[in-house]
């Protein structure tokens, strides 16, 4: 079985400071990774993936995520927020079936919540 | 635009009705999804669907059922058993085994 364990359920920050929003997974197959994100009373939107490749991961909104395979991690980043930034951010689990092929079921977790201050 | 739509937006259920939840959409995706949201929970798989006339359980399916009749559509049931259904349902969709999902802007069900 997987889970997904986002270490920080809130966190605050001053606009254009640097922000991490960790994420650790456990897994006993290899995975592929995701992170979401949520603005209030909508649906989720993906902001970048790990599939296989580089483990750095650039997506949009100039967030990045580094895999870490070694510490089943993949943490969260971007150097310089913005009030925008503001909403909830969700890391995702995958399995890899034999060949690659993802099965398509995803295991979250909890959120991060993060408050961008002026 | 192709995407997926969720709907009502709002929906409000009395004690001991059965309430249906619409997902559809035009992405021509054959896997669908529906997940469950609780505040601090994140989000957890109800049932999933990966062709038209076959799904199957999720994580927390009691109280819930579905149909896949066609490939645009995978409404969710939330039934009188049931015991706890106010939450919001979020509907996603992806190529078939694929990432990433597409998700809908979802429902916020509440009781009575």
């Given at each position: 079985a997987q889970s997904v364990t986002q270490l920080d359920s809130q966190v605050p920050v001053f606009e254009e400071a640097p922000v991490e929003l960790r994420c650790n997974y456990s897994s006993s197959v290899s995975v592929y990774l995701f992170w979401y994100v949520q603005y209030p009373n909508q649906g989720l939107q993906l902001l970048l993936k790990y599939l296989?490749?580089?483990?750095l991961v650039k997506g949009i909104n100039g967030f990045e995520a580094e895999f870490n395979k070694s510490q089943t991690s993949f943490h969260l980043r971007k150097p310089s927020v913005h009030i925008s930034d503001t909403a909830e951010y969700f890391c995702a689990v995958s399995d890899q079936h034999a060949?690659?092929?993802?099965?398509?079921k995803l295991t979250f977790g909890q959120g991060t919540i993060l408050t961008v201050h002026p | 635009d192709g995407g997926i739509t969720q709907s009502p937006k709002y929906l409000f259920r009395k004690e001991g009705q059965n309430v249906t939840l619409s997902c559809e959409q035009?992405?021509?995706?054959d896997a669908m999804y529906w997940y469950r949201q609780d505040p601090g929970q994140g989000l957890r798989l109800i049932y999933y669907s990966q062709i038209v006339n076959d799904f199957q359980k999720g994580d927390i399916a009691e109280g819930y059922s579905v149909s896949r009749e066609k490939k645009e559509s995978f409404p969710l049931t939330v039934t009188?058993?049931?015991?706890?259904?106010?939450a919001f349902y979020l509907c996603a969709s992806s190529e078939t085994g694929g990432q990433p999902q597409h998700f809908g802007d979802g429902t916020r069900l509440s009781i009575l």
């Open positions: 296989s490749g580089s483990t060949g690659g092929t993802s099965y398509g | 035009n992405l021509n995706h009188s058993a049931q015991k706890n259904p106010t």
